[in-house]
């Protein structure tokens, strides 16, 4: 889509969030047996250690929709704590 719309001055880019911590992530975690244990895996699995916030997220696209970024075009985002970029090493006991 970008390399068919480029000359009519339409960019086109998309934005790949992580696990966010969204209502719907709240709801699931609500429901589980243990809702602080399964908060706290998804959050171990997360490079930042964190889950990524919906607004985050929102200033990824509000960034991509602004003049800012008028020479961005055919871009993936990733607005994800690092899980696609980044295989880090198991910690280690000291950690």
Do not use: K
């Amino acid at each position: 889509m970008p390399a068919d719309h480029v000359r009519e001055g339409i960019r086109v880019n998309c934005v790949n969030p992580g696990t966010a911590d969204t209502p719907w992530i709240g709801r699931l975690l609500d429901a589980a047996p243990d809702p602080e244990a399964e908060c706290a895996a998804l959050e171990a699995r997360q490079p930042t250690g964190r889950l990524v916030r919906a607004a985050e997220v929102a200033e990824a696209v509000a960034y991509l929709a602004s003049p800012c970024a008028a020479a961005v075009t055919g871009t993936a985002l990733s607005v994800d704590g690092g899980m696609q970029g980044l295989t880090l090493r198991p910690r280690s006991p000291a950690d």
